[in-house]
Nanobody, 126 residues
Framework: QVQLRESGGGSVEAGGSLKLACESP????????MAWYRQPPGKERELVST????????TYSDSVKGRFTISQDAAKNAVTLQMSRVTVEDTAVYYC???????????????????WGQGTQVTVFS
């Protein structure tokens, strides 16, 4: 059973910073792109950011662009999400997940990169 292990959640004052990490098995880290999602209370899960498996290409939702940074920590087979200038609207359960790499077909992506973390709570207070 492949597990993605998230860490770094907690409570932070508005305007502050928090860093999330998602560790994976090495073969997952080398095979799959990675993404961070979040689910605010009472709302649908939304995509926050992605990073290609080579760490070169990143994407961000409009709501976090310029405030959050996704990156790789190859030594730990991990992907991190640096959250800065947080607001109460960033309060959510944050999940990391694998995504298929660009060369994969959709079926290959579903087979090789279907993994999710258990989620970590981020609470921003004012």
């Amino acid at each position: 059973q492949v597990q993605l292990r998230e860490s770094g959640g907690g409570s932070v004052e508005a305007g502050g910073s928090l860093k999330l990490a998602c560790e994976s098995p090495e073969y997952v880290f080398r095979t799959c792109a990675m993404a961070w999602y979040r689910q605010p209370p009472g709302k649908e899960r939304e995509l926050v950011s992605t990073i290609s498996k080579d760490g070169i290409t990143t994407t961000y939702s409009d709501s976090v662009k310029g405030r959050f940074t996704i990156s790789q920590d190859a030594a730990k087979n991990a992907v991190t999400l640096q959250m800065s200038r947080v607001t109460v609207e960033d309060t959510a359960v944050y999940y990391c997940a694998t995504q298929g790499s660009l060369e994969m077909t959709p079926a290959q992506a579903r087979y090789f990169c279907p993994y999710w973390g258990q989620g970590t709570q981020v609470t921003v207070f004012s």
